[in-house]
């Protein structure tokens, strides 16, 4: 007569701890690696500019700049938040449209920057108004993955479209100059 005899193995939480932490050792940066990876760019390491483009039949276009002001490097990658203002500092209707852009991670050292291109309308649609206290001052721009934001002046005119602006993703340099 054949006998089996089972074996019952109790696997307890410090043992699942010990394998877990064994298996984060070849999946984490070493401390060297760490130390030298440039840390995210936030409102405090970045300044804020729009730089107006070339436009026509009805379309506007722009670009919104973000530059390294820190002595470090820093990091950042995919799209910004943007916020129109009024003259009172009330939010004018915005609605931002992420294009489906290449996202890359982008490294900025001191005083290199990033930029988004803007692109909206300057026709109403179908019963908008165009009442001159919509018209925005100021624009407030959220970095990727930030909380905080940077103002800037809006000299670029009204948003038609119920506030709609396209947006590309982040791209290292400064942009179009025309």
Do not use: C
């Given at each position: 007569?054949?006998?089996?005899?089972?074996?019952?193995?109790?696997?307890?939480?410090?043992?699942?701890?010990?394998v877990a932490a064994a298996a984060l050792i070849g999946?984490?940066?070493?401390?060297?690696?760490?130390?030298?990876?440039?840390?995210?760019?936030?409102?405090?390491?970045?300044?804020?500019?729009?730089?107006?483009?070339?436009?026509?039949?009805?379309?506007?276009?722009?670009?919104?700049i973000l530059t390294n002001k820190t002595h470090r490097?820093?990091?950042?990658?995919?799209?910004?938040?943007?916020?129109?203002?009024?003259?009172?500092?009330?939010?004018?209707?915005?609605?931002?449209?992420?294009?489906?852009?290449?996202?890359?991670?982008?490294?900025?050292?001191?005083?290199?920057?990033?930029?988004?291109?803007?692109?909206?309308?300057?026709?109403?649609?179908?019963?908008?108004?165009?009442?001159?206290?919509?018209?925005?001052?100021r624009l407030e721009v959220t970095p990727p993955d930030?909380?905080?934001?940077?103002?800037?002046?809006?000299?670029?005119?009204?948003?038609?479209?119920?506030?709609?602006?396209?947006?590309?993703?982040?791209?290292?340099?400064?942009?179009?100059?025309?």
């Amino acid at each position: 007569m054949f006998f089996s005899r089972r074996i019952h193995r109790v696997v307890t939480p410090a043992a699942l701890s010990a394998v877990a932490a064994a298996a984060l050792i070849g999946v984490t940066a070493s401390p060297s690696q760490a130390a030298t990876r440039p840390g995210w760019a936030d409102t405090s390491s970045l300044s804020v500019r729009v730089h107006a483009l070339d436009s026509g039949a009805g379309q506007r276009y722009a670009t919104v700049i973000l530059t390294n002001k820190t002595h470090r490097t820093v990091r950042t990658e995919g799209y910004v938040g943007l916020q129109l203002l009024n003259t009172h500092n009330k939010d004018v209707t915005t609605h931002v449209v992420r294009d489906r852009g290449r996202v890359t991670l982008i490294t900025l050292k001191p005083g290199q920057s990033a930029y988004t291109r803007l692109h909206w309308a300057a026709v109403p649609a179908a019963g908008e108004p165009t009442t001159a206290e919509k018209n925005p001052t100021r624009l407030e721009v959220t970095p990727p993955d930030s909380y905080h934001h940077l103002d800037t002046a809006w000299k670029l005119g009204e948003v038609l479209q119920k506030g709609r602006i396209d947006i590309t993703p982040l791209v290292k340099g400064t942009g179009p100059t025309f």
